[in-house]
């Protein structure tokens, strides 16, 4: 693969104690092979694990976690969270007051004055605290929400599993495609500064640092005023997300088994790297993932149930949540793949296309366009609901046609659609009189 360093090393490489080595394996920009963000493979030897994932006992109230030594930064499951800065996680992780070469200066500036290969070695401290293993770390940007509706600062105290946080179903045993969405804080929620909000939404553009649950889920570790400030913008927050991952064998062309690792690329492709082609060690990619005690869980459920709950935010997060997509609509918006206005005139016959679409395919384009409140829905909805399709179609084409902003004319014209179609289709009425 070609790298767009080439074969220099990172100009801001940290220096970690000696016993640590963070080694760049490989990196990709973000167009290269319809990559959906630029990034980089690392290996991680010596790591300190200091930051780690960890299953609880079946007994606990959590599934999975991501630990700072005995400290809960995120919980899949049910709980609270709580977690000090990032600069405070350099410490407590090298037990050091943090030196100069510790600091991540530029992580505050915008994106676009500062490269993803500038910023990468400012991770390589942060990166050092992890278990040993192979890692990537994706220059992509997150929804500041957790993808059910909640605030990222205010992910709720849930026993049950959310959309977000797991693998998306979509049915007849296919599966979407994992990859970095939404995020949750993990600082507490008293932490917040308006002062410091409105300081990046004047400086708008900076990265945050986020590290993959899994699903779509990401823990925020690091840039929460980042997020609070992207979000009373209406905007997604850039973030740098790191991801581990795990060897794995695959048979090759001339079918011999062989090591590899494989990276999320696209919405439903993989990249894969060959251990024997890049000299990679097989054994530092399967990492055994440590199981928490039922004493140091019950440990962390009493800490946890400590960490006060009742701080409410100056802002309106819950107005602030409901502009974002939620896991299904994200969910429904990678399985339709992108959207152009090229492909959209093509459906409509303008352009020359495959030229026949299935109903499964209109109901998943007319999910996308409702979900994205795409500026040609109406006009799409518009044309499917005049065709010659099942009721279950077209009652999916006028229920996406709904995310439209409400407007009187759109008002009479569901009124319209209600009178044309009320007779062969109820369903279809049932649904246009709940709109009122």
Same mark, same amino acid.
């Given at each position: 693969? !070609? ?25 990709? &920009?973000?167009?290269? /092979? ?68 510790? !600091? ?96 990046? !939404?004047?400086?708008?553009?900076? #990265? ?6 899994? /699903? ?28 581990? &991952? ?8 001339? /079918? ?48 946890? &149930? ?36 090229? !492909? ?14 299935? &109903? ?6 007319? #999910? ?69």
């Amino acid at each position: 693969m !070609r790298s767009f360093w080439g074969k220099e090393k990172l100009t801001k490489e940290r220096e970690l104690q000696a016993s640590t080595k963070i080694e760049l394996v490989a990196s990709w &920009e973000q167009n290269e /092979g319809g990559r959906f963000a630029s990034g980089a493979l690392v290996a991680v030897k010596n790591g300190r694990g200091v930051l780690h994932e960890a299953v609880l006992e079946p007994a606990a109230q959590s599934m999975l976690c991501l630990m700072l030594g005995d400290t809960p930064l995120f919980q899949l499951l049910g709980g609270e969270y709580f977690c000090p800065t990032c600069e405070k996680i350099l410490r407590s992780g090298y037990g050091l007051e943090q030196p100069e070469q510790f !600091r991540m200066v530029r992580i505050n500036e915008s994106k676009d004055k500062v490269s993803f290969p500038e910023i990468l070695g400012e991770l390589y401290p942060l990166l050092g605290l992890l278990d040993d293993g192979y890692y990537t770390v994706w220059d992509t940007s997150l929804y500041p929400t957790d993808g059910n509706g909640h605030f990222f600062w205010e992910f709720p105290n849930n026993p049950v599993p959310l959309p977000g946080t797991c693998e998306y179903y979509y049915g007849n045993c296919e599966y979407a495609f994992p990859r970095p969405h939404f995020t949750v804080g993990t600082q507490p929620r008293e932490s917040y500064n308006a002062e410091r909000m409105e300081y990046y !939404r004047n400086h708008p553009g900076a #990265r945050a640092i986020a590290y993959f649950m899994g /699903g779509y889920m990401t823990a925020l570790l690091d840039g929460h005023h980042k997020a609070v400030a992207a979000a009373v913008e209406h905007e997604k927050v850039n973030a740098l997300v790191i991801v581990p &991952e795990f060897v794995g064998p695959f048979i090759g062309e001339d /079918g011999m088994r062989r090591d590899k690792i494989s990276c999320m690329r696209s919405f439903r492709n993989e990249e894969v790297f060959d251990c024997e082609t890049y000299h990679l060690d097989s054994n530092l990619g399967r990492f055994p993932m440590a199981v928490i005690s039922k004493e140091l869980a019950d440990r962390i459920t009493l800490y946890m &149930e400590q960490v006060p709950l009742t701080y409410r935010f100056s802002i309106n997060t819950e107005e602030l949540a409901g502009y974002y997509p939620s896991a299904d609509d994200v969910a429904v918006i990678d399985r339709a793949g992108e959207i152009t206005d090229e !492909r959209l005139d093509e459906w409509l016959g303008r352009l020359p296309g495959k030229g026949s679409y299935t &109903e499964d395919d209109v109901c998943i384009l007319m #999910r996308a366009l409702g979900a994205m409140r795409h500026e040609r829905l109406f006009e799409m909805g518009d044309y499917f609901s005049r065709q010659h399709y099942t009721g279950d179609t077209l009652y999916v084409v006028m229920e996406a046609m709904m995310r439209l902003p409400r407007t009187p004319e759109l008002e009479n014209y569901f009124i319209d659609r209600m009178v044309e179609l009320e007779d062969d289709y109820p369903r279809i009425k049932d649904l246009i009189l709940s709109y009122w």
